[in-house]
């Protein structure tokens, strides 16, 4: 039989870094589209993203997230991302979730 105290109680998240995502439509920075893959600012995110959560089985593949890592190096920023590509930084948010709504 084995007498040994019970293993202490740890916090699960200790060591781990705990990191900030913001959440965009892209709609709310380019407007109203109809087709995701004619918006410039659509296949640059496409391009630079880290991870790509496509939905499969959703009617012509429409709805579809990316992830950009901001800690990554960006090039050629489309000029409607600036701002928010800049700001988010400022904040310290580390990753943008963009997404088709």
Known sequence: MNNSPPAAVTNPLAGHPVMQMLD???SAIVGDYDDA????EWQWVKRMASHSHE?????DDSAYEYTLNLAMELDAIPP???P???ATQ??????ILFYND
Do not use: E, I, R, W
């Open 24 to 26: 965009v439509a892209m």
């Open 37 to 40: 893959d004619l918006v410039p």
């Open 55 to 59: 939905h499969v089985g959703v009617k």
């Open 80 to 82: 409607a991302l600036q």
């Open 84 to 86: 928010l590509l800049t």
């Open 90 to 95: 400022q904040a310290g948010v580390n990753y």
